[in-house]
T-cell receptor, first 115, second 112 residues
Framework: GAGVSQTPSNKVTEKGKYVELRCDPI?????LYWYRQSLGQGPEFLIY????????DSGLPNDRFFAVRPEGSVSTLKIQRTERGDSAVYLC?????????????FGPGTRLTVL | QKEVEQNSGPLSVPEGAIASLNCTYS??????FFWYRQYSGKSPELIMS????GDKEDGRFTAQLNKASQYVSLLIRDSQPSDSATYLC????????????FGSGTRLQVQP
């Protein structure tokens, strides 16, 4: 079946602007995660949804970052007043609940560049 | 000390050899361990998961876990040039918190 999809694949914006990044998880996966990855580093956790609610948002760096998942499927990561330091690849992952629930499958990512 | 440590490499091995990739983690409460492969410009791809001490084999890949030593490794047998990538070790610290903590990755180069 289809994997995790993310749009857009690339986003270039100016400092101070607002951006939205979208993630569509694997069908049937109830858990959804956002990570971001800077060059030469491993992905860094941002937020985890179980269903519609954010079960763990401890990785969000500050209040400019917010994410929603209103119907328990598609999620949107929202970044206000973007800064150059927000430039990174934003990765979405999804997983099942159950015995193999810890296995997370990543989408292709959105490369965000803040000028 | 980083929570998950990996040698950045590059680790260079000849085609057909065994590549050995290592990872140590700091949290003794860690429950689940994963290896992801990441090609340049692509997203991480899950290749192995391991939850209990010992070895787990899947094709040319073997994951090894030693919780007492806080050590997890990945062996790739009969390495191919197509295995050249960055290998990321990821750890889930406890069953209640599902976030993965990643190492910075080891770059593997398989020389034809």
């Amino acid at each position: 079946g289809a994997g995790v999809s993310q749009t857009p694949s690339n986003k270039v914006t100016e400092k101070g602007k607002y951006v939205e990044l979208r993630c569509d998880p694997i069908s049937g996966h109830t858990a959804l995660y956002w990570y971001r990855q800077s060059l030469g580093q491993g992905p860094e956790f941002l937020i985890y949804f179980q269903g519609t609610g954010a079960a763990d948002d401890s990785g969000l760096p500050n209040d400019r970052f917010f994410a929603v998942r209103p119907e328990g499927s598609v999620s949107t990561l929202k970044i206000q007043r973007t800064e150059r330091g927000d430039s990174a690849v934003y990765l979405c992952a999804s997983s099942l609940m159950g015995l193999a629930s810890h296995e997370q499958f990543f989408g292709p990512g959105t490369r965000l560049t803040v000028l | 000390q980083k929570e998950v440590e990996q040698n950045s490499g590059p680790l260079s091995v000849p085609e057909g050899a065994i590549a050995s990739l290592n990872c140590t983690y700091s949290d003794r409460g860690s429950q689940s361990f994963f290896w992801y492969r990441q090609y340049s410009g692509k997203s991480p791809e899950l290749i192995m998961s391991i939850y209990s001490n010992g070895d787990k084999e899947d094709g040319r890949f073997t994951a090894q876990l030693n919780k007492a030593s806080q050590y997890v490794s990945l062996l790739i047998r009969d390495s191919q040039p197509s295995d050249s990538a960055t290998y990321l070790c990821a750890v889930n610290r406890d069953t209640g918190r599902r976030a993965l903590t990643f190492g910075s990755g080891t770059r593997l180069q398989v020389q034809p």
